[in-house]
């Protein structure tokens, strides 16, 4: 009688092992003019039932979190920034589509091209040298993840309870140095 349940604890097991990732490899921060950039490469790895639903039209928006703070412990925020991908595949032309946080907008032929261009964010403006102190302590935080509250309303349930669309590469910091 207990065996009965066996097949569907390993299906949510394997489940949340065959679940995507997005990882953050490396982050560069530089000084252009008055202004601090980040340049960052980002790793996605999205699971079969993400790919399905953007190649059947399903739009789907990843949001890179930025927020440059005091390395102290009040934390006081000086800057915070969100980035927010669209991406849709369109049919017709076979391509994927996708719209920056600025409205331009790339189209690619492939998923590898797609996420290429994804894993390399350059030249974002972080913060201004106006507002940090040159004899206190900063760092930086960094967030990666799939927007579940941007997929289409009948969408949204099955995401919500799915460890599939709940992907994030989770917050990590580096120090930065006025």
Do not use: C
Request: charged share 25%.
């Amino acid at each position: 009688m207990r065996l009965r349940w066996l097949p569907v604890l390993l299906s949510f097991w394997a489940g949340s092992i065959m679940a995507g990732q997005i990882d953050i490899h490396e982050t560069r921060v530089w000084l252009q003019g008055e202004r601090y950039l980040l340049d960052a490469d980002l790793a996605y790895e999205l699971d079969d039932g993400i790919m399905e639903a953007l190649d059947n039209g399903i739009p789907v928006v990843f949001t890179i979190s930025l927020v440059v703070e005091e390395a102290s412990l009040l934390s006081l925020e000086l800057a915070n920034d969100r980035l927010d991908y669209h991406i849709r595949f369109r049919p017709l032309t076979a391509f994927y589509e996708v719209t920056g946080p600025s409205g331009e907008q790339r189209s690619f032929v492939t998923r590898a091209a797609l996420f290429t261009h994804l894993g390399e964010l350059r030249e974002v403006p972080l913060v201004d040298v106006a507002v940090l102190d040159k004899d206190a302590s900063y760092r930086y935080r960094m967030k990666v993840e799939l927007d579940i509250e941007s997929l289409p309303l009948p969408m949204r349930p099955m995401a919500w309870f799915s460890p599939v669309w709940k992907l994030s590469s989770g917050w990590k910091e580096w120090p930065l140095s006025p």
